[in-house]
């Protein structure tokens, strides 16, 4: 079992920046690959971007390239999703999640723990 817990949400304002934190616990962090993924009001839960358990790799979803950044520390069994330039269609409910030895690829059904979430609002 991985216990994921998100931190880092908030309020800011459109064209600010905001980093979100993922503190795993319970197995070898250095082993999965982790994900975050969104879901705003009235929408479906999307992909943002994804890192390998290696850290070797990343994707993102085409239209957050150049603005958000994901990244690991395995010494702190964290991952982080810096987030730039923000705009109000980011607000959403943000999820990190875990893969077992996942190559860091979009598909929600790979990830086999999930976070509680944490809220991110964009105001203009």
């Known amino acids: 079992q991985v216990r994921l817990v998100e931190s880092g949400g908030g309020l800011v304002q459109a064209g600010g920046s905001m980093r979100l934190s993922c503190a795993a616990s319970?197995?070898?962090?250095?082993?999965?690959?982790m994900g975050w993924f969104r879901q705003a009001p009235g929408k479906e839960r999307e992909f943002v971007a994804a890192?390998?358990?290696?850290?070797?790799?990343?994707n993102y979803a085409n239209s957050l390239k150049g603005r958000f950044t994901i990244s690991r520390d395995n010494a702190k069994s964290t991952a982080y999703l810096q987030m730039n330039s923000l705009k109000p269609e980011d607000t959403a409910v943000y999820y990190c999640?875990?893969?077992?030895?996942?190559?860091?690829?979009?598909?929600?059904?790979?990830?086999?723990?999930w976070g509680q979430g944490t809220q991110v609002t964009v105001s203009s």
């Open positions: 999640a875990a893969d077992y030895l996942g190559l860091g690829y979009p598909r929600q059904d790979d990830y086999d723990f």
């Open positions: 319970g197995r070898t962090f250095s082993s999965y690959a």
């Open positions: 890192i390998s358990y290696s850290g070797g790799s990343s």
